[in-house]
């Protein structure tokens, strides 16, 4: 298993310099980019004209999503985007496929407890976080009747990585674009992306918004709105588990400076991670891990005694697990905080409230 996932990373990694190099390789896989390009857009054709069907939900559905191949931030997107929609007195639900979990085919309810292998690491990062019922499957139409049958109160789906899945029709798309853009601007497997930039929308809104960090969107992308993301106070993963509020963020920041740290992050983009500690002034030594990891061996070196994990990591660290192990090494669980813009909630709400 760790073979098969280090040889998954270096392919990854290959392909993705040969995307930022260009050259001949990049030259080769120009075909299959083009017969890509050409049956994305003749599925989408079918759909529009109805020889595909679409299944409708009896609520309105929003899908959050992207365009490129990789971590964008889809997953912080929608769990602000929960939280802001029950803020405004919406019960909304989670569907998601479960990237990771044993079974895909199967639908299974998100709880607490759960351990990740059963239904995925940001869907049980979600409902963690959220307390909405989310509801995995790699049908999402089918994970969101059921969750929808189990909860029928709720009045609002917001489906998890969804944009390409066209079978379910959806009332807003929300589409998340990160410091790459579009990439070198190929689809796959020449370039990052999933589907073309411009891709029409499949439901009756559809929003841009820009994860950048406060940098400028790259050139080339639809406008919309930028996203601000910051790095919550750094917890200890016992208390992250229990739910214990972190100590004042300078106070916990503080204390973690001029002590030499590990982080690790199992995430599409790691770097990001790694990059918003060291502006906190921590002192780090780095571990990427491929995105999903799923821990069934603890990846740290055993002269590792402080270790930042994201919280898509700590779903996998069972604490118990952990003192049992490795006894006295210390992890510090540090959530991402996403806000989402005013305009893009207002935006949201006015369209499902003119469903």
């Not at 896989?29 to 050409?38: G, V």
């Not at 003749?42 to 609520?59: I, N, Q, T």
């Not at 994860?211 to 930028?226: I, K, V």
């Not at 740290?261 to 199992?266: I, P, Y």
Request: glycine letters at 10%; aromatic letters at 4%; charged letters at 20%.
């Amino acid at each position: 298993m760790a073979a098969a996932a280090e040889d998954a990373r270096g392919a990854a990694a290959r392909l993705e310099a040969i995307w930022q190099r260009g050259g001949a390789a990049q030259w080769l896989l120009r075909p299959l980019a083009l017969l890509h390009a050409t049956l994305v857009g003749l599925r989408r054709g079918l759909y529009r004209a109805g020889l595909l069907r679409r299944e409708h939900l009896p609520v309105p559905v929003i899908v959050v999503g992207n365009r490129v191949a990789g971590g964008a931030g889809k997953t912080p997107v929608t769990i602000a985007l929960v939280e802001a929609l029950r803020a405004a007195g919406r019960r909304p639900g989670i569907v998601s496929r479960g990237h990771g979990r044993s079974d895909l085919a199967a639908l299974h309810e998100v709880q607490p407890q759960d351990p990740a292998a059963t239904c995925g690491d940001e869907p049980l990062l979600m409902r963690r976080r959220t307390g909405a019922p989310v509801v995995v499957g790699r049908d999402r139409a089918a994970a969101a009747r059921q969750l929808l049958a189990r909860h029928p109160d709720t009045d609002v789906i917001v489906c998890d990585d969804g944009l390409q899945h066209l079978r379910l029709a959806r009332d807003i798309e929300i589409v998340v674009f990160d410091e790459r853009g579009a990439g070198n601007g190929w689809l796959l497997p020449a370039g990052p992306l999933r589907e073309p930039v411009d891709a029409p929308p499949a439901g009756r809104v559809q929003l841009a918004v820009h994860n950048t960090g406060g940098a400028e969107p790259a050139p080339g992308l639809p406008p919309g709105e930028r996203l601000q993301r910051r790095l919550g106070a750094p917890v200890a993963l016992a208390d992250w588990w229990a739910g214990v509020p972190a100590r004042p963020g300078e106070a916990a920041w503080a204390a973690l400076r001029g002590r030499r740290l590990l982080a690790s992050a199992g995430t599409g983009q790691p770097a990001r991670f790694f990059d918003a500690l060291r502006a906190q002034g921590l002192d780090l030594d780095t571990l990427a891990l491929d995105d999903h990891h799923g821990h069934a061996t603890l990846p740290w070196p055993a002269t590792a005694t402080e270790v930042l994990v994201t919280e898509k990591d700590a779903v996998k660290l069972d604490p118990a697990r952990l003192a049992a192990e490795r006894p006295g090494l210390r992890i510090h669980v540090v959530p991402l905080v996403l806000q989402l813009p005013p305009g893009l909630i207002s935006t949201v709400l006015q369209a499902l409230a003119a469903r």
